[in-house]
């Protein structure tokens, strides 16, 4: 009953029927156009199949020249900041760009970059807007992922205390 194709196949008969036409050809042409549209159909999800795998590629890429763009800035923008290199001085009249703009900045544009693309995936993939959350959920989290492990930490350190040291025993 779900199907728009079985109920399509099913009126065309019975108009066949009702209007005295020869069923038997009738049956033979739609099981002919039956199987070309499945075959169309598997053909077109192969194709949307490698546009999705070419999107997540290009959601890699993107993710590495950001972090590559990040780690070549570092140096130049702390350099910056202490004001010399070489003996001349950077230090100029205009606003400064500090690390954490641009590490900001690199964050925002992948979130961008995952929701767009995974919202995207899910509209090629299976016609709806509302399948792309899984794909969104995936780029979301690598894009996070790779934030946490190759930008955010500057130093990383873990301290651990009890209180009290000693208990008290009544």
């Known amino acids: 009953g779900k199907s728009v194709l079985i109920r399509r196949v099913n009126t065309i008969i ?11 050809k009738t049956l033979g042409a739609l099981a002919e156009d039956v199987a070309l549209i499945k075959d169309m159909e598997s053909e077109r999800k192969s194709i949307m199949q490698q546009q999705i795998i070419i999107m997540y590629i290009i959601f890699f890429v993107f993710i590495a020249v950001i972090v590559a763009l990040y780690k070549i800035l570092s140096p130049i923008l702390y350099i910056q900041q202490i004001g010399a290199f070489s003996g001349i001085s950077l230090q100029g009249g205009g606003p400064q760009l500090s690390i954490e703009y641009f590490r900001n900045l690199f964050f925002l544009m992948a979130m961008v970059e995952a ?6 995936a899910g509209e090629i993939s299976e016609e709806r807007l509302v399948a792309g959350i899984k794909h969104v959920l995936i780029m979301v989290s690598v894009t996070v992922f790779v934030f946490f492990i190759f930008i955010f930490p500057s130093e990383l350190s873990v301290e651990v205390s009890i209180f009290p040291t000693e208990v008290p025993i009544d």
């Open 14 to 24: 019975l108009e066949a029927v009702h209007s005295g036409g020869d069923v038997k």
């Open 115 to 120: 929701i767009c693309a995974g919202l995207l």
